[in-house]
């Protein structure tokens, strides 16, 4: 038996309310309000400004040393996996994104 696959499937487990047609009557004409939810702990303050003073502030960050399996590239000076590893001239390893 040959089947139409551009004609519209309709099952029966789909009732009137899914259709597009139904949706936009059921929401009618009416403005809607935009709901924003807010952090409680999302304000004015937890924003920093540029050319504010942070004197004060103090920054803990935890620095890994250089791994065994790590290089520090000597054009971007960012540390990279070995494999990364382009050429290496005078002592100094370059990665394949300064060699490339």
């Given amino acids: 038996m040959a089947t139409d696959y551009d004609a519209p499937r309709k099952t029966e487990e789909e009732s009137p309310a899914e259709s597009l047609e139904a949706l936009q009557a059921s929401r009618g004409t009416g403005a809607q309000t935009a709901v924003i939810d807010v952090d409680e702990n999302d304000t004015a303050e937890g924003i920093d400004l540029p050319g504010a003073d942070l004197s004060g502030e103090e920054l803990t960050v935890i620095v890994v040393p250089e791994q065994s399996d790590e290089f520090t590239c000597g054009s ?19 990665c394949k994104d300064c060699e490339g």
């Fill in 76 to 94: 971007c000076f960012l540390v990279r996996h070995r494999s990364q590893v382009a050429v290496e001239k005078n002592g100094l390893k370059f």
